[in-house]
């Protein structure tokens, strides 16, 4: 059994963007932006939500996370480009999202109690719940799923098939 690259098919796959797709892609790179630019800020205020242990490994994967989703969702939204944002995602930018996931998991230099606190005071609440164990949740749970997303995705875009021999 061979592993057959197609990039022809990956192609012809990849000219149809429907409009559904491209306004949720959009929709995702708006979300994104925003986790990037909030985080961003944060740090910047020296925001107690950064523990003294957060270091520049921590730096590079919080943001390397955020990233990888924009460029994504920007090169299919913004720019049409899905042939494109496709072969970003599935020749490395999953793995990177996928192990920046699992370092912040294990490292976990956040103190979840400080996360609303770029909100107006009478918006706390819609992220007062989150607290350091929903965190770690989530983090596992992102990276089990970008694991298993790394390896779907060249099948599911139809860049690589299986060749019986």
């Given amino acids: 059994m061979q592993i057959e690259f197609t990039w022809d098919q990956a192609r012809e796959a990849a000219k149809t963007l429907p409009a559904n797709e491209r306004i949720s892609s959009i929709v995702f790179f708006i979300v994104f932006a925003l986790g990037f630019w909030y985080h961003l800020a944060l740090r910047r205020q020296g925001s107690p939500f950064y523990s003294s242990s957060f270091n520049r490994m921590d730096t590079i994967a919080l943001y390397s996370f955020w990233m990888v989703w924009i460029i994504t969702a920007g090169l ?37 109690s400080y996360f609303p606190q770029l909100l107006p005071a009478n ?34 875009y139809d860049l690589v098939k299986f060749k019986g021999g």
Wanted: aromatic share 24%; charged share 10%.
């Fill in 76 to 112: 299919e939204g913004l720019l049409g480009l899905r042939l494109w944002s496709r072969l970003f995602d599935s020749f490395g930018a999953i793995l990177v999202a996928a192990f920046a996931c699992l370092w912040l998991f294990v490292r976990f230099p956040f103190d979840y």
């Fill in 123 to 156: 918006l706390h609440w819609m992220l007062a719940w989150v607290g350091n164990g929903v965190a770690r949740v989530v983090l596992l749970l992102s990276f089990l799923f970008h694991l298993f997303a790394a390896f779907y995705s060249p099948f599911a």
